[in-house]
């Protein structure tokens, strides 16, 4: 009996000894990334370059390694030379439960070396694809030279032109819709009307930058504005956000219209002043 527990505790310091063993031979190195940079490209010259990315997906010679918040300390077990790609992650429809990686965004990539218990800093820098379309029905609205929307028979404001510095997101203009305390209603489309915009399902994505009072609807005539189907809402924000609306399933769905215009708008009750701030408004699709 004497020798049965000898060699029970012998079997047990053996398999804690390999266990820790084991543990000590897995020393991970460290990638830190802070954020990642939309650098300007050709494709900008009409687009300011501000992003809104809240995550990364990282890839390890090619092996999906997992979606990361920014900014981002992640241990890195395959050690060794490598090649590390990166892909920006964006609040599709402006909802933090679902994130997509968005596909009009360059990859990073690099050949790098992570060493046990060594930190790699990067601040990966990307592009949009060249192949991308800014809609050319549309070109979109920075605000700069005019305002490219019409208000609607029943809107009490229009989107007009602000300079003042404290509410300009980018440039010397941003729009603005401005309710006084004695009205209710605003809304506006787009004086251009989209019939080259791809119903087949491909991604297509409007990029806009907003601040506002009072919550707000996206949504898209078609038709000669003759049928209107709200898309999304928005809620108040006193700073400048950035959101991707994603409308691939919208054009797809009602891909029978002739022709489309998107429009803002929002209600609010009597008695307050209400503002909605707009700038950098863009449709994205691939060539």
């Known amino acids: 009996m ?5 060699f029970l505790f012998l079997l047990i310091c053996s398999f804690f000894s390999c266990k820790d063993e084991n543990l000590k031979a897995i020393i991970p190195a460290y990638l830190k990334v802070e954020d990642v940079v939309v650098v300007n490209t ?22 999906f390694l997992g979606t990361f918040e920014l900014p981002a300390l992640i241990p890195i077990q395959q050690t060794g030379s490598v090649r590390l790609k990166i892909r920006a992650v964006i609040y599709n429809n402006g909802m933090s439960n679902d994130r997509q990686d968005y596909p009009f965004y360059s990859t990073f990539e690099l050949d790098t070396t992570f ?28 605000f700069e030279v005019g305002v490219a929307f019409t208000k609607t028979a029943t809107s009490e404001t229009k989107l007009i032109q602000t300079t003042d510095p404290i509410n300009v997101f980018n ?14 209603f605003f ?31 996206l949504s898209i005539y078609t038709n000669n504005r003759t049928q209107q189907q709200p898309i999304l809402s928005f809620r108040p924000r006193s700073e400048y956000t ?13 891909f029978t219209a002739s022709n ?13 002043k209400g503002m909605l701030y707009l700038d950098n408004i863009k449709l994205f699709y691939f060539k």
């Open 2 to 6: 004497r020798y049965l527990y000898l």
């Open 42 to 63: 050709p494709i900008l010259q009409k687009v300011w370059p501000n992003d809104r990315i809240t995550d990364i997906n990282v890839f390890i010679d090619d092996q």
């Open 115 to 142: 060493v046990p218990e060594q930190e790699i800093a990067l601040r990966p820098e990307i592009e949009y694809f060249s192949t991308i379309e800014l809609n050319g029905d549309w070109d979109g609205e920075d």
């Open 171 to 184: 440039g010397n203009r941003s729009g603005v819709a401005r309710l006084e305390e004695n009205q209710q």
């Open 187 to 217: 809304e506006t489309y787009t004086r251009e009307e989209l019939t080259n915009v791809p119903r087949t399902g491909v991604p297509v994505y409007l990029e806009f930058n907003y601040k506002s009072t009072h919550s707000f609807t």
């Open 242 to 254: 950035k959101v991707y609306v994603e409308l691939s399933s919208v054009f797809s769905t009602l």
């Open 260 to 272: 489309y215009n998107l429009a803002f708008g929002y209600r609010k009750p009597l008695g307050e």
